[in-house]
């Protein structure tokens, strides 16, 4: 149990060009969902965090303009990057979690390239 | 707020030889403490978890680790790795709320054959 899906796992998109990146939580409800960034050999860097039907928390310096994030559903968040750039070439990684046990559940990650 | 230390960026050990992956939080309230592993393009894994009780915690796969509260240290620890628990390792502290988790920078452990 406990599983949690991104897609696509992978994407090539050029420079200017907007990408949509789904977050699923396929067994359970997500009262929230988190979404993180990785660098090359680095940690997690917490970019937003939502709540089903609320609007997004953004972390200081992340613009929200740029990373817009809907999580309209119990099962679902979605992180779409806007005129995105070479800059933002990144791994995404979303997580999710319910009341009570406190624990994140980690999607697989969403490597992103822009060209 | 809550902060991680993972001392060690990265940590080479010969195949079957112990290995310690050290963990220190600063937080002004009580915490939940976890491990996380991350294979190369995966993203990560719940290795093992303290919430409460005993301050020792087993994961299926050989790791445990001890929740010290007077050293605020939450140290990963396996008696004889293998190969394939080369990955990259990630301490990570929320407040009991879950609302947010602060994650260490990792440390990438190297097992040599």
């Known amino acids: 149990g406990a599983v949690v899906s991104q897609h696509p796992s992978w994407v090539i998109c050029k420079s200017g060009t907007s990408v949509k990146i789904e977050c699923r939580s396929l067994d359970f409800q997500a009262t929230t969902m988190f979404w993180y960034r990785q660098f090359p050999k680095q940690s997690l860097m917490l970019m937003a ?5 609320s609007k997004a ?3 200081q310096g992340v613009e929200k303009d740029k990373f817009l994030i809907n999580h309209a559903s119990l099962t679902l968040s979605t992180l779409t990057v806007t005129s995105a750039h070479p800059e ?3 791994f995404y990684i979303c997580s999710a979690r319910t009341q009570g046990p406190y624990e994140q559940y980690f999607g697989p990650g969403t490597r992103l390239t822009v060209t | 707020a809550q902060s991680v230390t993972q001392l060690d960026s990265q940590v080479p050990v010969f195949e079957e030889a112990p290995v310690e ?3 220190n939080y600063s937080s002004s309230v009580s915490v939940y403490l976890f491990w996380y592993v ?3 393009n995966q993203g990560l894994q719940l290795l093992l978890k303290y919430l409460s009780g005993s301050t020792l915690v087993e994961s299926i796969n050989g790791f445990e680790a001890e929740f010290n509260k007077s050293q605020t240290s939450f140290h ?5 790795v293998h190969i394939s628990d080369t990955a990259e390792y990630f301490c990570a502290v929320s407040d009991h709320a879950g609302n947010q988790f602060y994650f260490g ?3 990438s452990l190297t097992v040599i054959p």
Do not use: A
């Open chain 2, 105 to 107: 920078t990792g440390t």
């Open chain 1, 88 to 90: 933002d070439s990144s």
């Open chain 1, 49 to 53: 965090t939502s709540n089903e039907g």
């Open chain 1, 57 to 59: 928390t953004y972390e």
């Open chain 2, 38 to 40: 991350q294979y190369p």
């Open chain 2, 21 to 23: 992956l050290r963990c």
């Open chain 2, 76 to 80: 990963l620890r396996k008696p004889s």
